[in-house]
């Protein structure tokens, strides 16, 4: 009569297959794998990238062969060997997997349990904040202007981020993902977790800060504002969240530190935005006008721009702080734009001045006709 197998014997089976399983993922692991020189040539010199995504999302392919290994082309004897080892390798998954939920693997009590505290910690603050981050489409039409409409026929010119800023349905967002845009749209979910597409209205810009608000009708939507945090007072080596649409993603998560303040960059109007908050956390384009959060969950920043040389994350992201926000965002929603003071007058340079010989003060050069210091 047969005999069953000895625990010794059903051990070094099971250990057999545990391997041969091992090598089959970390061949299929090797099959991904890029090869550096596949790569091509790089940039030397990093350029400033705006995140507003113009084209849409890529399924993963695999566009380079891998080259860690080398096979030769097998056929007869060969081909049979491998196809009794694979069909081997799935009779020992089929065991295995037998074997792993009869313990247990996989249930939700598991799962809790094996996720340490901080991960838990940051499921809990993504759950409660993500809803506050909204999908921006623009789109434009032959001869628009800067009137949002949708009167004509409309083709969809790009994807981006915004921040639900009130319960009267101000979006926040930036000036550069929406300036060549005859419409937008935007995708918000509500409390209720149902996600509804709204056509928007601008309600004003401010191109040197490089923000802009948007407005929408949901009066039956429960939007959820994003809690603002100040700005002032964060620290190099804090945590900072991005939640935005890179690629058309929605509601992608990403981690990182704050990894600078005070920097600054041209706005696209050419004039100089200070007080910026760098970032490691990944962000890409799509993820204008996403949100920058602190480990509290609070709105820190607005992120805007990347600095890199493939148009893409290098660990150098760029956010409009918080309070700069909040000042530019008051103003839009009561004025429609901002008012700055000025002098109207032109005048000569310190270092011309200096040339001429002149000590100090201001030489004025001209008075434009109406400007304040005309009227004065």
Known sequence: PDRAPSATAVASAEMGLRRLILLLASSQCLAFSTPSHALGPRLSLPHLSFLNSRFPVSPCTRP???TSMQLKPSFGDDLTRRGTLTLGAALGIGLLGQKAGSMG???TAESDRLLMPSEQNMIALFKETTQSVVFISTFAEAGAGRSFSLDAEQMETGTGSGIVWDNKGHIVTNYHLIRSASSAQVSVVGKDGVSRVFTAKLTGIDPDKDIAVLEIDAPDVRLKPA??????GLEVGQMALAIGNPFGLDHTLTTGVISGLGRSMKATTGRTIRNLI??????NPGNSGGALLDSRGR??????AIYSPSGTSAGIGFAIPSDTIKAVVERLIKYGATVRPVLGITYMEGAQARMLGLPGGVLVLSVPPGSPAAEA
């Open 105 to 107: 693997f996989g249930s």
């Open 227 to 232: 809690p603002l945090g100040p700005s002032k």
């Open 64 to 66: 380079y062969p891998s």
């Open 278 to 283: 760098q970032t490691d956390a990944a962000i």
């Open 299 to 304: 709105l820190i920043g607005m992120n805007t």
